[in-house]
């Protein structure tokens, strides 16, 4: 069965600083990879997406993120963080079968910024 | 393009009851997913629905179904509401070879 871990529940950031959030997935074969972020009580926005490729994908609101086989890991960068970028982000896999099919998501990482 | 809607936006229900929430998808989408979501917890896959079609369906009771109607929007219906069933349910689009749209919830608290 498929699953993800996001280690880190709570993290704490000062503005401008980097940001990094760790995901790792269990799957049989690769897997579509996604990162999510929410607002408090709000939907969920696509941040970037992973199907094939280049293992570092660039995504919106100046967010990137590193596919790494070998560690099954998906973790989520920024350099430098806003503090609009307070929100709780969540690492999701799908199958490769077809991009909108079942998501399992992570538990997620809220995301505090520090002025 | 006014993406995924759903409705209500908040409703407040009392334990035994049955609720209806609705999904409109984004337009050209023809799929919708259902998910929970837990105060504190990452989304949780109920169901989905293709062609008027159960496709696939999470580790959901028989209290949790659904419906698409010809027009791809669908329903949720939640019977014998219990008040672990409170949470905000996300419902999500796509089409073939697209990644899923997210609408913004219906917060369901059940008294």
Do not use: M
């Not at chain 1, 790494?68 to 998906?74: A, G, H, N």
């Not at chain 2, 896959?45 to 696939?56: D, S, T, V």
């Not at chain 2, 209290?63 to 069933?85: C, I, K, M, T």
């Amino acid at each position: 069965a498929q699953s993800v871990t996001q280690p880190d529940i709570h993290i704490t950031v000062s503005e401008g600083a980097s940001l990094e959030l760790r995901c790792n997935y269990s799957y049989g074969a690769t897997p579509y990879l996604f990162w999510y972020v929410q607002s408090p009580g709000q939907g969920l926005q696509l941040l970037l997406k992973y199907f094939s490729g280049d293992t570092l994908v660039q995504g919106i609101k100046g967010f990137e993120a590193e596919f790494k086989r070998s560690q099954s890991s998906f973790n989520l960068r920024k350099p430098s963080v806003h503090w609009s970028d307070a929100a709780e982000y969540f690492c999701a896999v799908g199958s490769p079968s077809a991009a909108g099919n079942k998501l399992t998501f992570g538990g997620g990482t809220r995301v505090l910024v520090k002025p | 393009d006014a993406g995924v809607t759903q409705s209500p936006t908040h409703l407040i229900k009392t334990r035994g009851q049955q609720v209806t929430l609705r999904c409109s998808p984004k337009s050209g989408h023809d799929t919708v997913s259902w998910y929970q979501q837990a105060l504190g917890q990452g989304p949780q896959f109920i169901f989905q629905y293709y062609e008027e079609e159960e496709r696939q369906r999470g580790n959901f009771p028989d209290r949790f179904s659904g419906h698409q109607f010809p027009n791809y929007s669908s329903e949720l219906n939640v019977n014998a509401l219990l008040l672990g069933d409170s949470a905000l349910y996300l419902c999500a689009s796509s089409a073939v070879n697209t990644e899923a749209f997210f609408g913004q919830g219906t917060r369901l608290t059940v008294v």
